[in-house]
């Protein structure tokens, strides 16, 4: 089970770190992700990291405002997102699978949790 948190209504050029839990070890062991997807609106590859971390994959619309990072020890992954656009108001997804890849088949899914930029 998937458990992202961190959410929340900020202004523009503020940040924001979201966080995704897992409740089995085993995530340690698996790539995970973060995606978005406003009402109405197909799902949006925000970024991935491999198991170790060792490899990350961003959006071009996010690419040098967030940051993906992960602890295995805590079975946790992040989303630091700084600058902030109303752009990126949506619920955001964290996921599981085998490949930190936008278009590879991603196994597991938590919840949404909302971010809402005001202008």
């Known amino acids: 089970q998937l458990q992202a948190s961190g959410g929340g209504l900020v202004q523009a050029g503020d940040s924001l770190r979201l966080s995704c839990a897992a409740s089995?070890?085993?995530?340690?062991?698996?790539?995970a992700g973060w995606f978005r997807r406003a009402a109405g609106k197909e799902r949006e590859f925000v970024a991935a990291i491999s198991w170790s971390g060792g490899t990350t994959n961003y959006a071009d619309s996010v690419k040098g405002r967030f940051t993906i990072s992960r602890d295995n020890a805590k079975n946790t992954v992040y989303l630091q997102m700084n600058r902030l656009e109303p752009e990126d108001t949506d619920v955001y997804y964290c996921?599981?699978?085998?490949?930190?890849?936008?278009?590879?088949?991603?196994?597991?899914w938590g919840q949404g949790t909302q971010v809402t930029v005001s202008s």
């Open positions: 089995e070890p085993t995530f340690s062991s698996f790539a």
């Open positions: 996921a599981a699978g085998r490949r930190p890849e936008s278009d590879y088949p991603w196994d597991y």
